[in-house]
């Protein structure tokens, strides 16, 4: 068994960034440092008084400490820390954007009077959990020891669940709007025979580079052999469940 401190060590950047980011924001409120009115998405404020900081800061509050907040922290362990170990493996930058893109998308929806919500860090989360239950669509998923299933009906199962608790539905629809959004524009258009819409930009890259932020991308001389040992490790994993989709 790790211990704490080298499990925290173990995880990969971006997740690890955010979940921290999400706990840190959490523990300061429960400190009395601040109330959530201060960093909550309201355009009128945004626009109209230039609180810009509200465009960001809402991304990293999941609510006070509570069951509810251990699972959202727990979703960014597990699925998120997967998927970027797993099919976004030496892909930092590209893992970095799904974050980036998801996060504009979810701001881009949120302007609409209908989707609006105060805090879209649940929705970002949930984001997550969609784009791992499309990688690993076959994965067997047992939820609170009463109900297993496959992994690609994750979401849905707890958008249900989220309802039946009476937690509002709207943070986790347009999770999985904008999780479909950015797999259907990486991976199902391009598989049906479109172009690649959404690729990283060479900003991105060069911000991950620049920092040095996670592990190094197979360079083009990499040696075949070396490769083909990563993608039987998991490094693929995710473009395989694609193809046979």
């Not at 979940?19 to 909550?40: K, S």
């Not at 979703?75 to 893992?95: C, N, S, W």
């Not at 954007?97 to 949930?126: E, H, K």
């Not at 890259?205 to 993608?231: D, H, M």
């Amino acid at each position: 068994m790790s211990s704490p401190g080298e499990f925290y060590k173990s995880l990969p950047p971006i997740s690890k960034a955010y979940g921290t980011a999400c706990l840190l924001a959490t523990a300061v409120y429960q400190l009395g440092l601040y109330q959530p009115v201060h960093i909550a998405l309201i355009y009128e404020l945004v626009f109209f008084r230039f609180q810009v900081w509200r465009l960001f800061t809402n991304f990293f509050f999941l609510g006070p400490f509570s069951i509810n907040f251990g699972i959202r922290l727990l979703m960014i362990v597990r699925y998120g820390v997967q998927l970027e170990k797993g099919p976004f493996d030496r892909r930092t930058a590209d893992f970095l954007w799904m974050m980036l893109f998801g996060a504009f998308a979810l701001l881009v929806l949120s302007a609409i009077p209908f989707f609006w919500t105060p805090f879209l860090a649940i929705s970002l989360v949930f984001m997550l959990l969609y784009v791992w239950s499309r990688e690993f669509p076959n994965a067997q998923i047992n939820i609170y020891g009463l109900v297993s299933l496959k992994a690609f009906y994750l979401p849905w199962a707890m958008l249900a669940l989220d309802v039946i608790f009476g937690s509002s539905l709207m943070p986790d629809l347009l999770g999985i709007i904008a999780g479909h959004l950015y797999y259907f524009l990486t991976v199902l258009h391009p598989l049906a025979g479109g172009k690649t819409i959404l690729k990283t930009p060479m900003w991105v890259r060069k911000l991950v580079a620049r920092w040095r932020i996670g592990a190094q991308p197979i360079s083009r001389g990499e040696p075949v052999n070396n490769i083909q040992r990563e993608s039987s490790s998991g490094v693929f994993r995710g473009r395989s469940y694609r193809l046979n989709g």
